[in-house]
C-alpha cells in the first residue's frame, strides 16, 4: 500500500529544556544529543523527518545550546536545512515556538514537534488528517501503556493474575508531533507551555484536531524511560 504523501517541507523542533530528569546524563549534556539506540536522540528526529520528506528544519535551542549547534551545524551532513532559533528555559515551548515561527516559518501549514520521540509516524498521513478537519492544530496521539503492571482482584479480594504493563485502549496522549496552521501564532504564549494553554483553548473553539498514529511511538523523559527505549530498539523495526 503506498504511504501518504507529505507536501509539507518545513518543520520547527524544540530541542530546548534542561532533561532535568535524565541527571546526572544531563548535567553537562543536552537532552538531544543524549544517546538512545547508539545515537543522539535529536539525530533521530531529524533522519524521520528526512525520510518523511521535511528538508527544512528550525530548530529551537536554548540549554546547552551551543552542543547541539556544533553537531549539527547547517544540516548538510543529514541532508537537510537546519537554521537555529535561540529562546529561555523558562519561556517554556510557548516561547520557543513563537520565536522560532516569527523568526524564520513562512509557510502557510508546517510540523511541529518536542523533539524528544523515536517514531514511525508518517507525516503524510498526519498533515491529511489536519487537512480533513480544517484545524489550527493538529496533534498526533497514541494509546498510553502503563508503566506498572496490573493486579486482578476480585470483590472477595481473591487475586485472579496479572496484566504486565497494558495499554490503556480508552485513553490517549499526545505524542508531542503537531501540524500547525500558521494561525497558531495569536494563540501561542510569550512565556509557559502550549500543552497547557494554547491547546486547551483551541479545544474549546474545536480548531485542535486529533490524528490516531497506530504504530510506534518511544519517549525519552526519564532514566527509566531510556532504559526502556534501549530495550525496546533492540528488537524495534525503527533501530
Partial sequence: MPRPQNSVRTAVVLSGGEGIRLLPITKDLPKGLVKVGGKPLLQWVVEWLR?????????GVAYLKDHIISYFGNGDRFGVEIKYSI????????????????????????????????TDLRLG????????KSAIATIAV???RLPFGLV????????LGFIEKPILKERFISTGVYVFDRRITRYLPRRGDIERVTFPRLSRFHKLGAYRHPGSFITVNSLRELEEAESQLKGNHLN
Avoid: W
Avoid at 153 to 159: G, I, K, L, M, S
Fill in 152 to 159: 486482578k482482584v476480585d470483590r472477595h479480594d481473591n487475586c
Fill in 125 to 132: 498521513s498526519l498533515l491529511g488528517k489536519h487537512v480533513e
Fill in 87 to 118: 529562546h529561555t528555559v523558562q519561556g517554556g515551548t510557548g516561547e520557543g515556538f513563537s520565536l522560532a515561527i516569527g523568526r524564520y516559518v513562512r509557510d502557510d501549514t508546517f510540523f511541529a514537534l518536542n523533539g524528544d520521540q523515536i
Fill in 51 to 59: 525520510e518523511n520528506g521535511v528538508t527544512s528544519i528550525v530548530m
Fill in 142 to 144: 497514541v494509546h498510553p
